[in-house]
């Protein structure tokens, strides 16, 4: 079992940047893969980015990738997104994922992961 966290959400203007942070307790936190998801007002949940137990690799959306970079702390039990260069069409409350067993393609979908956190809103503004 994993409880996660997430924090760092909040309101931005175009162009700015936002730091995501998800703190997992539970055991075992780096046997995790860790992933964002976001959900837009109106829209499916869709995956934003994740990353393999050891932090050695990365998957991104299209829309993020070179903006977005995805990060994770297992001494501190903790997960990151860090968001620069973000347009109003990034507005979305933002969920961490856990599971143990995520890979390949199905690590895309949501239906995949076991443990969510509760969601950060985050808000920017043209």
């Known amino acids: 079992q994993v409880q996660l966290v997430e924090s760092g959400g909040g309101l931005v203007q175009a162009g700015g940047s936002l730091r995501l942070s998800c703190a997992a307790s539970g055991r075992s936190f780096s046997s995790y893969v860790m992933a964002w998801f976001r959900q837009a007002p109106g829209k499916e949940r869709e995956f934003v980015a994740s990353?393999?137990?050891?932090?050695?690799?990365?998957y991104y959306t299209d829309s993020v990738k070179g903006r977005f970079t995805i990060s994770r702390d297992n001494a501190k039990n903790t997960a990151y997104l860090q968001m620069n260069s973000l347009k109003p069409e990034d507005t979305a409350v933002y969920y961490c994922?856990?599971?143990?067993?995520?890979?390949?393609?199905?690590?895309?979908?949501?239906?995949?992961?076991?443990?969510w956190g509760q969601g950060t809103q985050v808000t920017v503004s043209s």
């Open positions: 994922a856990a599971d143990f067993v995520v890979y390949g393609s199905s690590q895309y979908s949501g239906s995949n992961y076991d443990y």
């Open positions: 990353i393999r137990q050891s932090g050695g690799r990365t």
